[in-house]
């Protein structure tokens, strides 16, 4: 079992930024693939980034030039650093992982889910 815990959600203005981060403990792989999800109310969990074990990434369009995903796996946590956010931003980020190095962007290919971090973006 893996366990994913999010923090760094929050409030914020438009413009502005949020670092949010996801360490995972319990089984780790010895390779594996980190990633975030979003999901506003009344949508569907949708990609926003993912990075395999040799930090090659993914992003949602939307997101690139914006969003940057990294990872210390040393301490096997991953970061999301959000700039120039805007309301539209504003959902619930899940953090997620699966083995392998294989980076996929529907949510049905991870097997392990954090339980989410809010994070709003005001006007």
């Known amino acids: 079992q893996v366990e994913l815990a999010e923090s760094g959600g929050g409030l914020v203005q438009a413009g502005g930024s949020l670092r949010l981060s996801c360490a995972a403990s319990?089984?780790?792989?010895?390779?594996?693939?980190m990633g975030w999800f979003r999901q506003a109310p009344g949508k569907e969990r949708e990609f926003v980034a993912a990075?395999?074990?040799?930090?090659?990434?993914s992003y949602a369009d939307s997101m690139k030039g914006r969003f940057t995903i990294s990872r210390d796996n040393a301490k096997n946590t991953v970061y999301l650093q959000m700039n120039s956010l805007k309301p539209e931003d504003t959902a619930v980020y899940y953090c997620?992982?699966?083995?392998?190095?294989?980076?996929?962007?529907?949510?049905?290919?991870?097997?392990?889910w954090g339980q989410g971090t809010q994070v709003t973006v005001s006007s």
């Open positions: 990075i395999n074990w040799y930090s090659t990434t």
């Open positions: 319990g089984r780790t792989f010895s390779t594996y693939t």
């Open positions: 997620t992982t699966r083995s392998g190095v294989t980076i996929y962007t529907t949510p049905n290919e991870y097997h392990y």
